[in-house]
């Protein structure tokens, strides 16, 4: 499975051609995508209108979600408080992002560069292109 993150979706749904695009066409084929609700959060606050956000919410019905639990929340304290100890940081949504991958042993699908910092301090596996 495929945890894909809101800057995925985005370049999913804008550019229809790109690489990005078609990764994530093959994947939902394959039945290899899930989602978490913070990633569904963000891609409807993007929403311009109340009918897109029901558009976007309807599309996203049909794919798996991943438990947010206490363990969840745990690991991403645990990665925040590791890059800290180094000098780097991610945002708190990004980690509970990161945490639910590594704890759902899934791989990441996202366009966020810095999502690579916590692969120094847990086991993230990146989806490439």
Not at 36 to 59: P, R, S
Not at 75 to 87: C, F, H, N, P, V
Not at 91 to 99: G, K, L, Q, V
Request: hydrophobic share 45%; glycine share 4%; aromatic share 6%.
């Amino acid at each position: 499975m495929t945890l894909i993150d809101s800057s995925v979706w985005i370049e999913y749904w804008r550019y229809s051609g790109s690489d990005v695009s078609a990764r994530v066409g093959k994947l939902i084929k394959e039945k290899k995508v899930c989602i978490i609700g913070i990633i569904l959060t963000e891609i409807l606050q993007g929403a311009k209108t109340k009918v897109e956000m029901e558009y976007l919410d309807t599309i996203l019905a049909d794919i798996p979600r991943l438990p947010l639990n206490e363990d969840v929340f745990i690991k991403a304290a645990e990665i925040s408080y590791q890059l800290k100890r180094t000098g780097k940081t991610v945002n708190t949504i990004d980690a509970i992002i990161a945490a639910a991958a590594v704890l759902n042993h899934t791989d990441l699908f996202t366009l966020d560069k810095h999502f690579k910092l916590v692969q120094q301090v847990a086991h993230l596996k990146l989806t490439s292109l």
